[in-house]
């Protein structure tokens, strides 16, 4: 029998992530008196707040609730998903048109978000990063200096992809494959400089080729080619197996791509695929979102504005998790104990008429709207 190996993650690196999260604020003026009662939300995207790019459940009318009549937010809450692909601040501006509501970056935590934590050990080193979106732009945001899509690096090595003649989108000149491509990048540094990290950002595109050239990367020690080496690490935003989006059923995420890369190069390498899995369920995600929702609370923002510091807020009674998946919203809710409380939606992946089984939430509504409602009165009656 085989055995993979998963790292956890180290939670002694957020101390920088939180920092830039609370200087995020300092232009945010409108500020209101903290509430009566300390809780916070947190939002799953897909098959909650939206299907595809439709709003579903009732999910504008149940923003604009958390918002006071001069538009400021009221009530802490956040985006947890385990999407992702474009940087946070173009994800908060397309939210913010969908829903009619202002949602600042801050307030979006997608899968890839934590990978800003190993700026320290990357910043100047090669890397890759994969998925569909941006995922170099992703990465160039967070401060990472030699950082090449996955396609646009193969582009380098010829004929590494056997079967791109039948591809007629990555016809395309590598010069052209990334408009965000980084210039500090040369040729001399793809075919000489091994990679020494690759990162799925989001769900990966071309998985023929993907998975051909990870394994080609990993295997050889990063530098495709060569004979086998020792892998370099290698980082996965998430690991859903299967997620809601506009099609009626659900569609193989994450994780599915995971599985079929390790698969492959579990059979064709000696050792067994290494890697680190971010997101959702994973109690570090849950960790990450209280800190935020913190800096998020109107005392909070209130003291450190006018005293640089963080004894204004106050330690929160509830956080609600209002997600459709119960693998992965109520299960990570669960694990991280106190005082999450999870609510389970039937517009995604869940449409049961009870709770599931596995993994029972705390409720179970039929929509957003319903659970929003539910918190409100909730916290008004204690």
Known sequence: MRFRTVFRIPECKNAAFLLLQCRAFRSYSKIQSTPKRCFGIAFDIDGVILRGRVPIGGSPRALKRLYGDSGALNIPFLFLTNGGGIPESSRANELGELLGVRILPSQVVQGHTPFKNL?????????????????????????????LSLEEYASYFKNIDPVSQYKSWTTTRASELDRYSNELVTKHDVLSNRVKAAFVVSDPVDWGMDIQVLCDILRSGGLPGQKNGH???????????????????????????RTALESVFNRIHHDVLQYISFGKPNPFVFKNAEAILRQLQPSYLGHYLSNNGDSGSEPFKTLYMIGDNPVVDVKGAKQAGHPWFSILTRTGVFNGNDNHADFPADLVVDTVEEAVDYILKRESAS
């Open 119 to 147: 700026l320290d050990r990357y910043e100047n080193e090669l890397i890759v990063a994969t998925g569909k979106g941006e995922p170099a732009l992703v990465m160039s945001e967070y401060g990472f200096t030699k950082v």
């Open 231 to 257: 892998q370099p690490p290698l980082y996965f935003a998430a690991d859903d197996l299967e997620y809601q989006a506009a099609f009626p059923s659900e569609r193989l995420g994450m994780g599915a791509f």
